[in-house]
């Protein structure tokens, strides 16, 4: 997931199906725009923010980082 996502109607409807367990929050995009601004790290404490009203997972970063932690021991 990263910015782009949720700022669109249809990306925020993508976020919201995403299960809990598979979410993963982009943290560069170069391609990606938010506001006309190059998405990067800097964004992402408002990216978090905006995937946990959209999710209502109130624990994301935690949830984010097992998620994380899951696919490198894969």
Known sequence: VNGSM???SSGQKIISQIPTQRLLIE???????????????????DVYA??????KC???KEVVYNNFATLLKK
Not at 27 to 45: E, I, N, Q, W
């Open 6 to 8: 949720c700022a669109s």
């Open 27 to 45: 943290s560069d995009g170069p391609f990606s725009k938010v506001s006309s601004a190059r998405y990067t790290p800097v964004m992402l404490g």
């Open 50 to 55: 905006q995937v946990e009203s959209i999710t």
């Open 58 to 60: 109130l624990n994301l």
